[in-house]
């Protein structure tokens, strides 16, 4: 037991002889096999160059895993630079999506029509858009001012009357809007009989009608003496304006009488001086008449 424990000191220079022996006798046998080719090789030749030293042996997966490791620090940064490249080229494609390409010699290097795609992406984005709206505003049915059912938009009924109309369907709330309208009437009449009875005259009032007044509209006041001064400086307002519009009918005939003599007058001296060029090229025609007419006499002669 003692033997089997005991060590063995090995110099530095007997670990360099040996290695040295070992390099010596692997040249040789490189040497051998070039110079053979093809031819067998002696197996102890085989055995010295297969067998390996002390010192050459290594532990079972070193070599796997210094690779290993070799790999995950070569891939380690590679992989982070790969995956900022693609981020990079994810937001600028989504970008040039949305709103395309402006430069035209980019647009002719990149195969993809970008202008299509934001196209695309609008739509889709408009269309996105129209299903949430119609979604939160949703078709309803209401009776307007005139007392008509109406179909339209929840947001686009009148404030006064989503409250009470906007959820009503056909046939519901028909005989409340009667009862209304004859209470209506019958407030009408009360008060018309109750101006009778105080001896005042009947005006309009706008507030028992309801409905969209138009430009024209005037609202005269309660007061008569008011109503009246009111009503006169309108009259007045009407005869000028009538006086106005008369005065520039007048001045608008009279001056297309003067232009139309006007025309007159160049239209009869333009036909004076047609004439006369006429007249002095018929006059111009006799005599070369005559001198013909003399010539074939004196032939005939």
Do not use: C
Request: proline share 2%; charged share 40%.
């Amino acid at each position: 037991m003692q033997g089997s424990n005991r060590t063995i000191d090995i110099s530095s220079a007997s670990v360099i002889d040996l290695k040295a022996e070992l390099f010596k006798q692997k040249e040789e046998f490189q040497k051998q096999k070039a110079s053979a080719n093809n031819q067998p090789v002696s197996a102890a030749l085989r055995r010295v160059a297969k067998k390996s030293g002390l010192w050459e042996r290594q532990n079972k997966g070193v070599s796997e895993r210094s690779q290993k490791d070799e790999l995950e620090i070569i891939e380690a940064p590679t992989l982070e630079a790969s995956r900022i490249a693609m981020e990079r080229k994810a937001k600028l494609y989504d970008q040039l999506k949305k709103t395309g390409i402006n430069d035209e010699k980019l647009a002719e290097e990149i195969l993809v029509d970008f202008d299509r795609k934001a196209l695309e992406h609008l739509s889709d984005d408009e269309l996105d858009e129209d299903k949430t709206n119609v979604d939160n505003d949703p078709w309803v049915e209401y009776t307007d001012e005139f007392g008509r059912t109406r179909m339209a938009r929840k947001s686009q009924v009148p404030k006064e009357e989503s409250s009470s109309q906007s959820t009503l369907l056909p046939g519901e709330g028909e005989g409340d809007d009667i009862s209304a309208m004859e209470q209506e009437r019958r407030q009408w009449e009360e008060a018309a009989l109750e101006e009778l009875k105080n001896g005042g005259p009947i005006h309009y009032d706008e507030t028992k009608e309801i409905r969209t007044k138009g430009v024209g509209f005037y609202r005269f006041s309660k007061d008569e003496l008011e109503r009246e001064e009111q009503m006169r400086a309108l009259k007045e307002m009407r005869l000028e304006t009538e006086a106005k519009r008369t005065n520039y009918q007048s001045i608008k005939e009279k001056r297309k009488a003067q232009l139309d003599a006007r025309m007159a007058m160049i239209r009869a001296k333009r036909q004076k001086n047609t004439s006369v060029a006429e007249s002095s090229s018929i006059q111009k025609e006799v005599p070369k008449l005559d001198s013909l007419t003399s010539i074939s006499t004196v032939h005939d002669i």
